[in-house]
């Protein structure tokens, strides 16, 4: 008896460092057998940040042995795409994978899970959330909404969007309909935008009609597919409102609580591997897009220091009035803040000046 609980214990972690095959004989043993559904806030179309909920439940399935399985729901199948996380919450389904800056109306603090305005980049957020507070912190956010957090995807820093028109002042922002997220929209307002709630389907009919005078989307990768150039030409960057999108897996609170421990470990560790193949794809797609892009029609443009600079003024404004409403947000807002003003400087040293480099280096090579 002995022996075979040293071999059982033996072999869960052998799983933990090594990975599923070896974690495979054990689960196939005694593990429960489960089916579980997950709802997806993006559609199939936009398959490098939709494959990151994909990824997931095959990742986790080979973790454990073929014994836990879900089955994934494009936005719109089960619930529409921004009613993920109330699924998830009232038990409609067990999982949802969504951008939780999607629920900045249900609780601003939510966003810090996702992307906030003037935010941290990939690494830095990535950083935040496994060595600083960042788990803790956004968990104890979620806890209210009956749901567990994990990182499940990033898209990197994403692209300013779409303008029908040049901005070249802070007085073209004044009067401009920009389809954009919620918190950037909360800024923006303060500039004179029109803030609008656009599904992604219906983006590029209303830059067509005039609807709307601007949008964002993603990135090069997803953007490319909609057209977006041929009614927007001007393609603005960077999207200081998302320094990079962190894309969350949400378990509800009962259904994982009911979990064996071993199928708890196999969930973190499938979200993590599925985070690694959203990077990946968005690095290894977004440059030849972004190519075809210009070479069909788009103006790459940079956003006007006068433009960054009122923006990221008003982001810091409403930043410390919210704070000042809600000692939660106060509470997270001044973790991630202090976190992010260490480990800038630090990206500036090294990491800045080497790619700086680089980049010059590539472009005379290639010129």
């Not at 879900?70 to 996380?85: C, F, N």
């Not at 006007?304 to 997270?332: G, T, W």
Request: net charge neutral.
């Amino acid at each position: 008896m002995q022996r075979r609980s040293f071999l059982k214990k033996a072999g869960l972690g052998i799983a933990a460092t090594s990975g599923a095959t070896l974690a495979a004989p054990v689960f196939a043993q005694d593990a429960p057998t489960l089916n579980w559904r997950l709802a997806s806030s993006f559609p199939t179309s936009a398959d490098a940040i939709y494959n990151g909920g994909v990824n997931f439940a095959k990742n986790l399935s080979a973790a454990t042995d073929g014994k836990f399985n879900i089955r994934v729901h494009h936005a719109g199948e089960v619930v529409p795409a921004l009613q993920v996380l109330d699924a998830v919450q009232n038990g409609t389904v067990e999982a949802g994978h969504s951008a939780s800056y999607y629920y900045y109306g249900k609780d601003p603090a939510l966003c810090f899970d996702s992307a906030v305005p003037f935010g941290m980049n990939t690494r830095q957020l990535n950083a935040w959330m496994y060595s600083g507070n960042g788990f803790e912190l956004t968990r104890e956010v979620y806890k209210r909404f009956n749901v567990v957090n994990f990182p499940c995807g990033f898209t990197g820093t994403q692209m300013g969007g779409w303008f029908r028109k040049e901005i070249n002042t802070l007085d073209d922002l004044k009067g401009l309909k920009f389809r954009c997220s919620a918190f950037a929209g909360a800024v923006l307002s303060r500039l004179g935008v029109i803030p609008q709630q656009v599904a992604g389907g219906d983006i590029y009919p209303a830059l067509e009609k005039g609807t709307i005078d601007a949008a964002e989307w993603i990135g090069p990768y997803d953007d490319e597919k909609l057209g977006f150039e041929k009614v927007a030409p001007n393609y603005y960057f960077p999207g200081w409102w998302e320094g990079t999108l962190q894309v969350s897996l949400y378990i509800n609170q009962d259904a994982y609580n009911n979990l064996p421990e071993r199928y708890k470990a196999a969930i973190a560790q499938a979200s993590a591997q599925a985070t690694q193949q959203m990077i990946a794809t968005y690095d290894a797609r977004n440059p030849g897009a972004l190519r075809r892009l210009i070479a069909n029609g788009a103006s790459l443009k940079r956003f006007p220091k006068e433009v960054l600079d009122a923006c990221y003024a008003e982001s810091n404004k409403l930043y410390e009035e919210l704070s000042a409403k809600d000692p939660n947000f106060k509470k997270i807002y001044d973790d991630y803040k202090a976190f992010r003003d260490e480990v800038t400087p630090w990206f500036g040293v090294a990491e800045f000046n080497y790619d700086s480099f680089m980049i010059n280096a590539v472009r005379q090579q290639q010129s």
